[in-house]
């Protein structure tokens, strides 16, 4: 599936630029991914482009967020407690990575919570570095932001998947 992610990442470098899910489905078909990394893939960028969208709705209504939204207004104070599912399910170097971006304020508090989400949503654990590294890229390429380019050499150091 992480494959896919990248090849995605890759060829369409904004989130707005990549056609319906229907259309690239068929895109990757044609590419030559198997069918089953594509299915896994396309239901992961569902999942994307819905958290990412909750998160829009927060911008645009501060006062209500709608429910089930991820909430923005986090005081700089405050601690994000990990669940024991989230804490065995991303294992501690993934852990200590989104705290490494978060220290670095590279990573706000609204897409740290998609990061986790979509880190949740990939099958086996615990989540790799270099997996997370991809999910952290995607929850940027899905809100339409680069990351500072210090920070995206350290999500792209794995020369094997990414070539940016």
Not at 69 to 77: L, R
Not at 82 to 96: V, W
Not at 123 to 142: A, H, N, T
Request: net charge negative; proline share 5%.
């Amino acid at each position: 599936m992480f494959e896919v992610l990248v090849y995605v990442y890759e060829n369409y470098w904004r989130g707005d630029a990549c056609p319906e899910l229907g259309h690239l489905g068929r895109k990757l078909n044609a590419v030559g991914f198997d069918p089953d990394e594509i299915e896994q893939a396309l239901q992961w960028l569902a999942g994307l482009s819905l958290a990412s969208s909750r998160t829009e709705l927060i911008d645009i209504n501060q006062h209500q967020p709608p429910q089930g939204s991820i909430s923005q207004a986090q005081s700089s104070n405050s601690l994000r407690v990990y669940s024991i599912a989230e804490q065995d399910h991303l294992g501690a170097d993934s852990l200590g990575f989104v705290s490494f971006l978060e220290s670095a304020q590279v990573l706000p508090p609204h897409m740290r919570e998609i990061v986790v989400d979509r880190a949740m949503a990939v099958p086996g654990r615990p989540v790799s570095i270099d997996d997370l590294k991809i999910i952290v890229l995607m929850v940027y390429w899905s809100v339409g932001l680069e990351p500072d380019a210090l920070i995206l050499d350290e999500l792209c150091d794995d020369t094997d998947r990414v070539a940016h």
